[in-house]
């Protein structure tokens, strides 16, 4: 009995010792994957298995969703690599959870679109030159009938109208909020607040405004499900425009303009952010002609129309655009 | 529905035509898992058999504690592991935050419990006259030990793979802690979750196919292994 119980016991550790050799294989195999690969290497980022070529520092950066989402990083990511010599690790989320990222000092660089909140996070020393590369505009997308009416009103106007008309129906009128601290959540804030209203309020105010706490992407989808209108960057509903049945209903007004930035990580304030010089050749990279002729033309073949406007020759005049140094002037 | 048919398509042709993007993906996925449930599995399994063949006082409180973390929210560990590996956090300097190793430590917290809890009942549910087999039979206290861990295995390895599909199929801690980011840290789950905020039904789909493939031939094989012997 005894004797059985020892060869029982060996015969089940063949098994155990062929799975961790397996495992060790593939360990072996894959261990590289937690180490940078080659920058020089342009497949990479179209993904050979697990490149190896130790040592190549990376480069983290945050980036709002709606630059994400439109694929135009997967088109630069490669670029700057090559250009760097780094490997850029791009994690994208809302304004809200980027600056957060940056406060906690687990980024490089940010590349985000709330200037109020972005002016809080240079004031507080988390944050220095920014610049800004590339803007565009708002629009309100609703239901093809549009049961509110606000076709063809400015921002403000439109805002109080689907206000109004939630209130009294809503089951005819609904009101999708990215409601996640993003940069476009904040933009609507602000419009809430143009239309004379206080957000609070709005919040509050019935089952017709929509809390969503989600990706602009995943948000134009739940609008077009529920027939509902929507404040959308006009990158990410072009984007959407065929997968989408929303139509857009207001695309003029003052509060519609849209600029994206991008800052460094201020090393005095955030001991562990050792990139700046990176920092730094990213945000000069943005504003190169190589990058703003990509931002001009991103889109055009697929769209009919480029997604983002870049700002060196992209005519922002409007009230609110940046100023020509802030989109010129190298940092250093 | 006719998305369901264009995945299924899609899935088939991503896998034949070596898709390198869902090759790597995939690969990465399993590496992450496999992983997880490899270290898991050295400080679970042990102590699920130290639990199970010891008896103390508030043994059931401890097996009662085990068994509520079954239910731990995998956003939740993805919160707890982030503030602790942040740059800011006690463990910042490590640098492992939007690492592959990140979403491995968050994944090894959250299927400890499961491969313990599971572990006692899987040597909980050998008959008892096993061990007084062997201990009459003249085998001393260990060997009697390994008679039920042996006659145990099965379980032990269902509780194996169901920590793997755990692993494996948990989207939380990987977007929090790994960032998904391409050719890093971008696994199956995070890209599915991705390509369905982008709109991408039909490919979101063709990944979980995947995925579901990948647990299969996982499964398959550690059964294959183990009626063999």
Same mark, same amino acid.
């Given at each position: 009995m005894k004797t059985l119980f020892v060869n029982r016991i060996h015969r089940v550790s063949i098994p155990i010792i062929i799975t961790c050799l397996l495992v060790g294989v593939m360990l072996a195999g894959c261990a590289p994957a937690a180490t940078p690969p080659a920058a020089t290497d342009n497949t990479s980022a179209q993904g050979t298995a697990f490149p190896i070529t130790p040592g190549t520092p990376r480069f983290k950066i945050a980036t709002t969703t709606s630059l994400y989402d439109t694929g135009l990083w997967n088109y630069l990511e490669p670029m700057f690599e090559k250009k760097a010599n780094v490997r850029l690790d791009i994690v994208y989320a809302g304004t809200g959870a980027a600056l957060e990222y940056g406060r906690r000092g687990d980024v490089d660089a940010l590349v985000v679109h709330d200037p109020e909140a972005e002016a809080q996070f240079i004031a507080d020393g988390y944050g220095i030159n920014k610049r800004s590369f590339a803007f565009n505009h708002f629009l309100i997308a609703g239901p093809v009938g549009d049961p509110a009416g606000i076709k063809g009103l400015t921002p403000e106007q439109a805002f109080k109208k689907i206000y109004d008309a939630g209130i009294a129906d809503p089951s005819k009128v609904k009101f999708i909020s990215r409601g996640d601290n993003s940069g476009t959540h904040s933009k609507e804030k602000l419009i809430w607040q143009a239309a004379g209203l206080k957000y609070a309020d709005v919040e509050k105010s019935g089952p017709w405004y929509v809390e969503a706490g989600k990706g602009m992407g995943p948000c134009l989808l739940m609008a077009s499900e529920q027939g509902a209108y929507i404040l959308a960057d006009i990158s990410t509903f072009l984007a959407y425009k065929g997968k989408v049945n929303v139509a857009p209903l207001v695309e003029k007004g003052d509060l519609f303009l849209n @600029?994206?930035?991008?800052?460094?990580?201020?090393?005095?304030?955030?001991?562990?952010?050792?990139?700046?010089? +990176?920092?730094?050749?990213?945000?000069?990279?943005?504003?190169?002609?190589? @990058?703003?002729?990509?931002?001009? +033309?991103?889109?055009?073949?697929?769209?009919?129309?480029?997604?983002?406007?870049?700002?060196?020759?992209?005519?922002? +005049?409007?009230?609110?655009?940046?100023?020509?140094?802030?989109? +010129? @002037?190298? @940092?250093? | 529905?006719?998305?369901?048919?264009?995945?299924?398509?899609?899935?088939?042709? #991503?896998?034949?035509? #070596? %898709?390198?993007?869902?090759?790597?993906?995939?690969? =990465?996925?399993?590496?992450?898992?496999?992983?997880?449930?490899?270290?898991?599995?050295?400080?679970?399994? !042990?102590?699920?058999?130290?639990?199970?063949?010891? %008896?103390?006082?508030?043994? =059931?409180?401890?097996?009662?504690?085990?068994?509520?973390?079954?239910?731990?929210?995998?956003?939740?560990?993805?919160?707890? $592991?982030?503030?602790?590996?942040?740059?800011?956090?006690?463990?910042?300097?490590?640098?492992?935050?939007?690492? !592959?190793?990140?979403?491995?430590?968050?994944?090894?917290? *959250?299927?400890?419990? $499961? *491969?313990?809890?599971?572990?006692?009942?899987?040597?909980?549910?050998? %008959?008892?006259?096993?061990?007084?087999?062997?201990?009459?039979?003249?085998?001393?206290?260990?060997?009697?030990?390994?008679a039920i861990l042996f006659e145990a295995r099965f379980?032990?390895?269902? /509780?194996?793979?169901?920590?793997?599909?755990?692993?494996?199929?948990?989207?939380?801690? /990987?977007?929090?802690?790994?960032?998904?980011?391409?050719?890093?840290? =971008?696994?199956?789950?995070?890209?599915?979750? #991705?390509?369905?905020? =982008?709109? %991408?039904?039909?490919?979101?789909?063709? #990944?979980?196919i995947i995925l579901i493939g990948i647990a299969m031939v996982v499964s398959v094989i550690t059964n294959i292994l183990l009626q063999r012997y």
């Open positions: @600029v994206y930035d991008v800052i460094a990580i201020n090393p005095d304030k955030i001991k562990t952010a050792k990139m700046l010089p +990176t920092a730094n050749t990213f945000i000069n990279w943005l504003m190169s002609d190589d @990058v703003q002729n990509i931002i001009a +033309t991103y889109g055009v073949a697929e769209y009919g129309k480029p997604l983002f406007n870049p700002l060196k020759g992209g005519g922002c +005049t409007e009230p609110g655009c940046p100023k020509l140094e802030d989109y +010129t @002037v190298p @940092v250093k | 529905m006719q998305e369901i048919w264009q995945a299924l398509v899609q899935a088939v042709n #991503l896998i034949v035509t #070596l %898709d390198p993007e869902v090759i790597q993906i995939s690969l =990465r996925s399993l590496y992450v898992s496999a992983s997880s449930i490899l270290i898991a599995a050295l400080f679970c399994v !042990p102590i699920g058999g130290l639990i199970h063949f010891h %008896d103390f006082r508030g043994k =059931r409180v401890v097996i009662n504690v085990i068994q509520t973390f079954y239910s731990l929210p995998t956003v939740v560990v993805g919160l707890l $592991v982030f503030l602790f590996i942040s740059r800011s956090g006690p463990l910042g300097g490590l640098e492992l935050l939007f690492t !592959p190793a990140a979403i491995i430590i968050g994944q090894v917290i *959250l299927i400890m419990p $499961v *491969l313990t809890g599971m572990t006692i009942g899987a040597l909980s549910g050998v %008959d008892k006259s096993i061990r007084d087999t062997a201990l009459s039979s003249g085998a001393s206290n260990t060997q009697a030990m390994q379980a032990v390895v269902g /509780a194996l793979i169901l920590g793997f599909g755990r692993a494996i199929s948990e989207v939380g801690a /990987a977007l929090m802690l790994g960032g998904n980011i391409r050719g890093y840290t =971008r696994v199956l789950t995070t890209a599915i979750s #991705l390509e369905t905020q =982008r709109g %991408d039904i039909v490919l979101s789909l063709a #990944l979980g």
